[in-house]
Each structure stands twice: as C-alpha cells, then as structure tokens.
C-alpha cells in the first residue's frame, strides 16, 4: 500500500511547479533594492523575458528604458539624466556588440554605464532606486565591466534563463574537457558536436561503480544500448548510473521509500531490470520499454522512466506509430481501467505519444514513476498533466511524478552507506546538476 500523505514530499505537483517556474520574477523581487546591475543570461528568443520584464515594472511602478543595438551609445546612456526623478529600470540588450568597437570607445561606453549608478561617483545621474537589466547572450563583456570597478562587483547579480537542454550541452561540453580531459568534437551527419564521446571513449560516460562491472555484472550484460548511449546526456546511462550503485550495494529501499511505495525488494535480474520490454506487446517489431524495472515481493510492479533533456514534441505522424496504435496501443487503451474514455482517442495518443505508451501498459498492481530535471518545464508540464487529467482519480496515486533534483535530496538522506551518499552528492550531482 501507498504511505501516508506526510511521506509524499518528494512527489511534484502542479502547484510546486508554478512557483518554481517564476525563476525570474523571485530573482527580480530579491535583488531589488539591494542589486543595481542584474545579469540574465539568455538565448536568441527573448520575447518572454521581456514580457515578464515589463509586467514587474509595471507592478513596481518604474519605468521602463531599453538601450539595444543602436542605441549602444555614450550619447544615450548620459540622456538617462532627463528621467532621474523616477525610479527606472533600465533594459540594455546585445551589449556583446561592444566588442566591435575601438577599444577606447567600448571602454567609454562600459564605464559610462557604471557611473549611472556608482555611489563614488559624484556625476550619477540616475535615481537612488533605478538599476540596469542587462541580456546578456555569448560574448557578454562580463569581464570588461569587471575590470572597470570594483561597483560591478558589488551591485551584479546574475540568473541564468536560457532553456533546460542548452544549460546542459553547454555544460557537457565544459565536463568533457575539464572532467574528462577529453577534447575534440565528433561529427554527426555533417554538424560537429562536443558533448559527445567519440564511440572508443563510451565507457567514460559512466561513473566508476558502473563501468567497471559493464561486461560481467549480472544486471548490466543483458542491456542493449541504445545510438545515444556515447552522449553525456543520454537518459539511459544517466539512468544506469543512477540505478546500479543503489542495486550494488543495495540500497535501492532509499529510492522505494521516495516514492512512498511501502513492500520488499529482491535483488536478483528477475526482480530488477534495465530496459524492460512490455510483456504485453506480442506484435511489433519495435516494443516499448521502461528505462528501469522492479518487481517487488508482493508482485507488484515499478516502471520507470527517467527524463533529462528530452523536449516535449507535438503529434506523431510516423505512419509506424499509427500502425502500432491500430495493432497494440487501441486494444490495451480499450481494456484500461486507469485511463479516462475520453483520453483513449487515437488523436490524443498519438499526440502525447511518448507518455501515452508507458500509460497504456498500467494495470491495477503497477506503478509508473516518472523522472524529470527541475527545469525541463515543458517536459514538467506535460508529465503533470497527465497525472491532473487523463488517470482516473480511484488509481491517480499509482503515477508517481517526481523532480530528480528534490528526489535525490531525499535519498542521499535515506542511504545507509556514508560512501554511497557521498556518490550521489559527489559524482553524479557533478555530471548531471551542477551545471
């Protein structure tokens, strides 16, 4: 049976994700009056910032300035002294443009923008409350301002807003070179990447209580690797490196207890599998399967499915994916007792392909545990939507969403091995969330 609700904290909800979702509004309402040069880090579209830019504005009652491309200028930065009687908030965009400039001109126009708020400066002209937001993209000149005065250190604040997958890659790339001491980029269908490992150095993908047991480990030999299993980011060895030190020294009864299922587990590959094949698809060449599997004493069953920088597509038209509606997803649809009616349409399936398929094989004595990063918000959306909508209320409790990050808080506290948690704090938060 499941525990009781007080042991549920690590189960995401839709109300969690709303709060935690307004990264930027938290980080404006914290650094004002306390910051004056704030930094959002950014990629190209930037339409949302500034819609939340100009709505907190508007609710702090300041105006709103916005100096970009042509307006890079000293002539415009010194006209901020016709608007210090009101508090203002003052947009600057594509400051990396200033590398273009001779170098005394781009120094010229750094500083000018420090002394609008620099308490040494007797000229400030800008009100006490105002302060700049700057967007800043690749070639931000973080370090130019840096060296200019000691101001930028003492008023810069910085927020990272570029989307989940970017963070990610750009932070593979860094560990490939860094952790890895591996360099270079590997070619793929004409495009060169540097978060993947050239396939002879696939095995650096995973931590050392994995890789050395890859070719005799009971759990680990049966696996079949997928194409992407020599990216950084791939979710299946993420998956493998999360799972098999739990199962090794065995501890998994930390991530049971997570997600509030109470029974006994079995360690034998009977019980525990990775990539586990539907047993109820008969036709198919191409079966669904579940990143992890447990079956627990009692006979009930944990599927998981572990999320990291997968994005949320729209409706699926590949005609193999129709077929295999028509030949093995209607009729499990059909017979389900946890899926409402009117979710069971060929339409919706297809368009919520990738969770529908793990859905349709749910029955009255398995669970569904699934994985996803904090920040994946449009795969976080998704996931909670299922779980608000389409599972019939009576058996809601056996799809269990949960944030890898807050999940795995929760485990390292549960680990009974000291050695065991410090890989979880150490390593893996290493590779995958301290990015």
Avoid at 7 to 21: G, P, T
Avoid at 59 to 75: F, P, Q, R, V, Y
Avoid at 173 to 184: H, I, P, R, S
Avoid at 399 to 423: F, R, S
Wanted: charged letters at 30%.
């Amino acid at each position: 049976m499941l525990v009781g609700k007080k042991d549920k904290i690590m189960w995401d909800d839709k109300k969690k994700m709303v709060s935690e979702e307004k990264m930027l509004e938290n980080f404006l309402n914290k650094s004002l009056g306390k910051k004056r040069l704030l930094v959002i880090r950014v990629t190209t579209g930037k339409e949302e910032i500034y819609t939340i830019l100009k709505d907190f504005a508007k609710s702090k009652e300041l105006g709103m300035t916005i100096l970009n491309k042509e307006k890079l200028d000293i002539d415009y930065i010194n006209e901020l002294k016709s608007k210090k009687d009101k508090p203002q908030m003052v947009i600057i965009d594509h400051l990396e443009q200033v590398k273009k400039l001779e170098t005394i001109d781009e120094a010229t126009l750094l500083r000018g923008i420090i002394d609008q708020i620099d308490p040494e400066n007797e000229h400030t002209v800008l009100h006490k409350d105002s302060f700049f937001v700057f967007l800043a993209v690749e070639g931000f000149p973080s370090q130019e301002l840096m060296s200019l005065s000691l101001t930028w250190a003492h008023e810069s604040a910085f927020i990272d807003c570029r989307d989940f997958r970017t963070k990610i890659i750009t932070h593979m790339e860094e560990y490939k070179k860094k952790t890895l001491n591996l360099n270079g980029l590997v070619a793929i269908k004409h495009r060169k990447y540097g978060h993947i490992l050239r396939e002879r150095d696939y095995e650096h993908n995973f931590s050392s209580q994995v890789s050395d047991k890859l070719v005799n480990s009971k759990f680990l030999k049966p696996i079949k690797w997928n194409r992407f299993s020599h990216h950084l980011n791939s979710s299946q060895v993420m998956t493998v490196n999360f799972f098999y030190p739990l199962i090794r020294y065995r501890e998994l009864e930390a991530f049971l207890a997570m997600t509030g299922i109470e029974d006994e587990i079995i360690y034998d590959p009977e019980h525990l599998q990775f990539l586990k094949v539907c047993e109820e698809e008969i036709s198919g060449e191409k079966k669904t399967y579940f990143d992890f599997y447990m079956k627990l004493k009692s006979g009930r069953k944990v599927y998981v499915e572990a999320k990291y920088t997968e994005g949320v597509y729209g409706k699926s038209n590949s005609k193999s994916h129709l077929t295999k509606y028509n030949e093995v997803f209607e009729p499990l649809l059909k017979d389900s007792i946890l899926i409402k009616d009117e979710f069971k349409t060929e339409e919706f399936f297809l368009e919520h392909y990738n969770f529908m398929r793990g859905l349709a094989h749910m029955k009255k004595d398995t669970y569904l545990v699934v994985l996803y990063p904090r920040e994946n918000w449009a795969l976080r959306e998704r996931a909670l939507y299922i779980k608000d909508n389409i599972i019939e209320g009576t058996y809601r409790e056996q799809y269990i969403p949960m944030v890898w990050e807050e999940m795995l808080e929760g485990l390292i506290k549960g680990i009974k091995d000291n050695n065991v948690a410090w890989y979880y704090e150490g390593w893996f938060k290493d590779k995958y969330f301290r990015y």
